[in-house]
């Protein structure tokens, strides 16, 4: 398991939203982006392995991108945003940082998970 992860819920219909791609990028120092991962929840809803195994986890700020509007498409469902972008910061990258996605076609709503 990666040290970033995360997990997507479909709210709209409770269940666990299998199939969603999910980018990782690292901002640099100019503030441009980098992609250090990527990845595509499983059927229990989860990406635990954003990250290759030879990346090292260091502070800074990172971006996961949600590639929602394909994920409803999918599924014949209008919905409203292309996409979710959720950026943060880590600040000590020994701890395990968890970041879920609660998802419905019109609303989206993430935390810090454990």
């Known amino acids: ?12 219909c409770g269940r666990p939203a299998s199939g969603v791609r999910v980018r ?18 499983d059927a229990d809803g989860r990406a635990r ?3 290759p195994d030879a990346f090292a986890l260091h502070g800074g700020v990172y971006r996961l991108t949600f590639e929602t509007g394909a994920y409803f ?9 292309r996409e979710v972008v959720v950026v943060f910061t880590i600040s000590d990258p020994a ?3 968890h970041v879920p996605l609660l998802l419905s076609p019109f609303g989206y709503s993430t935390y810090r998970g454990s």
Not at 1 to 12: E, G, K, P, Q
Not at 73 to 81: C, D, K, L, T
């Open 1 to 12: 398991m990666s040290a970033i992860t995360t997990h997507v819920l479909d709210t709209s």
């Open 24 to 41: 990782l990028d690292l901002e640099s120092a100019d503030g441009s982006w980098k992609q250090v991962g990527k990845g595509t929840t």
């Open 49 to 51: 392995d954003l990250l």
């Open 73 to 81: 498409a999918a599924r014949e469902i209008e919905g409203f945003y």
């Open 95 to 97: 701890q395990q940082h």
